[in-house]
């Protein structure tokens, strides 16, 4: 149905910079809202950044001013550009898209990347 890989994760020193790459593919409405979301060990999933079809986006305040979500829309892609790396950013991170077909709300998760800051 729908798919969602997500590349670009690894290994990186603080204040470091990464860029991640979600590929959707499937049948996924044109108005929707993708997201980057992260889990780091022993806490909750959470969201990172999400923008919508039309451009909006929005950021947790942890990450406001050092990560940059964007997306393809002609591609089914969308990105993290991360700057400024953190050890606190050590998670593994997940793409996200989710909308609604008729009135049904239909949402799909890649399967994680690693981001892991450290010296």
Same mark, same amino acid.
């Not at 999933?45 to 406001?64: C, H, P, Q």
């Not at 989710?98 to 799909?108: A, D, K, L, P, V």
């Given at each position: +149905?729908?798919?969602?890989?997500e590349?670009?994760?690894?290994?990186?020193?603080?204040?470091?910079?990464?860029?991640?790459?979600?590929a959707?593919?499937?049948?996924?409405?044109?108005?929707?809202?993708?997201?980057?979301?992260? +889990?780091?060990?022993?806490?909750?999933?959470?969201?990172?950044a999400?923008i919508t079809?039309?451009?909006?986006?929005?950021?947790?305040?942890?990450?406001?001013?050092?990560f940059?979500?964007?997306r393809?829309?002609?591609?089914?892609?969308?990105?993290?550009?991360?700057?400024?790396?953190?050890?606190?950013?050590?998670?593994?991170?997940?793409?996200?898209?989710?909308?609604?077909?008729?009135?049904?709300?239909?949402?799909?998760?890649? +399967?994680?990347? +690693?981001?892991?800051?450290?010296?």
């Amino acid at each position: +149905q729908v798919q969602l890989v997500e590349s670009g994760g690894g290994l990186v020193q603080p204040g470091g910079s990464l860029r991640l790459s979600c590929a959707a593919s499937g049948s996924i409405l044109s108005i929707n809202t993708m997201g980057w979301y992260r +889990q780091a060990l022993g806490k909750q999933r959470e969201l990172v950044a999400a923008i919508t079809s039309d451009g909006n986006t929005n950021y947790a305040d942890s990450v406001k001013g050092r990560f940059t979500i964007s997306r393809d829309n002609d591609k089914n892609m969308v990105y993290l550009q991360m700057n400024s790396l953190k050890p606190d950013d050590t998670a593994v991170y997940y793409c996200n898209v989710n909308f609604r077909r008729f009135w049904r709300r239909e949402e799909y998760w890649g +399967q994680g990347t +690693q981001v892991t800051v450290s010296s």
